[in-house]
T-cell receptor
Framework: QKEVEQDPGPLSVPEGAIVSLNCTYSNSAFQYFMWYRQYSRKGPELLMY????GNKEDGRFTAQVDKSSKYISLFIRDSQPSDSATYLC?????????????FGTGTKLQVIP | DTAVSQTPKYLVTQMGNDKSIKCEQN?????MYWYKQDSKKFLKIMFSYNNKELIINETVPNRFSPKSPDKAHLNLHINSLELGDSAVYFC???????????????FGEGSRLTVL
């Protein structure tokens, strides 16, 4: 079993839809949770960052972490064609310093105008 | 002004050759990384350096040798290239390491290696 599981998609939605992206994980030591966005032929860029459980909102993006269920989500409201990209969840454990970030396999999102 | 830059962006080479990828960051970060992304987009850490010191060394064939001449540079040399080495190699940096590290990474645009 992989430490981080993520549905690879592809996920295709119409412009303006609400998008829900999810990851599950098995390592209960994970404390830092991130979402990265990766456009085609580019490097991943940090989109959202959350420490421990709870919600965090930034514009059209909301990240949720439920540590009891080992489940994290990213919601995108009013999705735009420019949101079309691969979304990678990522997490690190904070143990012993020198964080090692573990990534999900990414979900490819296409927003259709 | 590019924060994390890698060269070359594309590499096409024959099996058995040796190649190097270079990375530089101008963010003033102490920690740098090499990640490998396979054809299924799975991103896996290979190495990490903190202020020129190797701190993470995952299970990677010893044909891969990283080198950090200073904290702003991290290079990757690959000997005796194999077909399975074909992937995109990403350099990344982070501001903090040790107990303060949170996992926020800044990535370069990647170096796409194709081994024929």
């Amino acid at each position: 079993q992989k430490e981080v599981e993520q549905d690879p998609g592809p996920l295709s939605v119409p412009e303006g839809a609400i998008v829900s992206l999810n990851c599950t994980y098995s390592n209960s030591a994970f404390q830092y949770f991130m979402w990265y966005r990766q456009y085609s032929r580019k490097g991943p860029e940090l989109l959202m960052y959350t420490y421990s459980s709870g919600n965090k909102e930034d514009g059209r993006f909301t990240a949720q972490v439920d540590k009891s269920s080992k489940y994290i989500s990213l919601f995108i409201r009013d999705s735009q064609p420019s949101d079309s990209a691969t979304y990678l969840c990522a997490m690190s454990d904070g143990e012993g310093g020198y964080q090692k970030v573990t990534f999900g396999t990414g979900t490819k999102l296409q927003v259709i105008p | 002004d590019t924060a994390v830059s890698q060269t070359p962006k594309y590499l096409v080479t024959q099996m058995g050759n040796d190649k190097s990828i270079k990375c530089e960051q101008n963010l003033g970060h102490d920690t740098m990384y090499w990640y490998k992304q396979d054809s299924k987009k799975f991103l896996k850490i290979m190495f990490s350096y903190n202020n020129k010191e190797l701190i993470i060394n995952e299970t990677v064939p010893n044909r891969f040798s990283p080198k950090s001449p200073d904290k702003a540079h991290l290079n990757l040399h690959i000997n005796s290239l194999e077909l399975g080495d074909s992937a995109v190699y990403f350099c990344a940096s982070s501001q903090k390491a040790g107990a303060e590290a949170t996992g926020e990474l800044f990535f370069g645009e990647g170096s796409r290696l194709t081994v024929l």
